[in-house]
């Protein structure tokens, strides 16, 4: 099975940069995925790691390492619209499906 | 424009009721997913498929069921069976290959009367 952790809440300020860590055990792993939800809402993807190193995608990056099974998402110049829930996916092998495990999320809350 | 629809976007449903949520998608994606997620919960996984005509319970399958006679569509069944089923309903599909991102619908909410 596997196991996924992130903390629960964070709050940041308008502007500053924020990093939230996802930690996770699997026995099969093959990607990592981040998703940003809005309240009410459905998750949009936000990046997708298989390979250690650094991923970045205009004001959001993703970090993996897979021999510490730790990623990040930085926020930078982060902006009201940024308060949501972020979740961490992992997915790994299982038999002939490549199951997705979802973890429970981050909800970041950006303060003026 | 291509995306992927679920209906209705609140549902109710009375005791010892079937009720099912549609899901449709036009994004020619091969596998399709029903998530529930419940308040300080991650996604979990009721049903999934991989192709048409073929579907695989996930991790919390008791009391739904669903059928995928087309690509496009994968609707969920909520059965009288499932005792506690007030959730956010998710839909979501990825096309078959090395990333298989999943992509959501906008979510059914259920809730019990």
């Known amino acids: 099975g596997q196991n996924i952790d992130q903390p629960t809440e964070m709050t940041a300020t308008e502007g500053a940069i924020v990093q939230i860590n996802c930690t996770y055990q699997?026995?099969?792993?093959?990607?990592l995925f981040w998703y940003q939800q809005h309240a009410g809402e459905a998750p949009t993807f936000l990046s997708y790691?298989?390979?250690?190193g650094l991923e970045e995608k205009g004001r959001f990056s993703s970090f993996l390492s897979r021999s510490k099974g730790y990623s990040y998402l930085l926020l930078k110049e982060l902006q009201m619209k940024d308060s949501a829930s972020y979740l961490c996916?992992?997915?790994?092998?299982?038999?002939?499906?490549?199951?997705?495990?979802f973890g429970t999320g981050t909800k970041l809350q950006v303060i003026p | 424009d291509g995306g992927i629809t679920q209906s209705p976007k609140y549902l109710f449903r009375k005791e010892g009721q079937n009720v099912t949520l549609s899901c449709e998608q036009n994004?020619?994606?091969?596998?399709m997913y029903w998530y529930r997620q419940d308040p300080g919960q991650g996604l979990r996984l009721i049903y999934y498929?991989?192709?048409?005509?073929?579907?695989q319970k996930g991790d919390i399958a008791e009391g739904y069921s669903v059928s995928r006679e087309k690509k496009e569509s994968f609707p969920l069944t909520v059965t009288s069976a499932q005792k506690n089923p007030t959730a956010f309903y998710l839909c979501?599909?990825?096309?078959?290959?090395?990333?298989?991102?999943?992509?959501f619908g906008p979510g059914t909410r259920l809730l019990v009367l």
């Open positions: 979501a599909s990825s096309m078959r290959g090395a990333q298989e991102t999943q992509y």
């Open positions: 790691n298989v390979l250690d």
């Open positions: 994004l020619n994606h091969d596998a």
């Open positions: 699997t026995s099969g792993f093959n990607g």
């Open positions: 996916a992992v997915r790994d092998r299982s038999g002939g499906y490549q199951k997705v495990t």
């Open positions: 498929s991989q192709i048409v005509n073929d579907f």
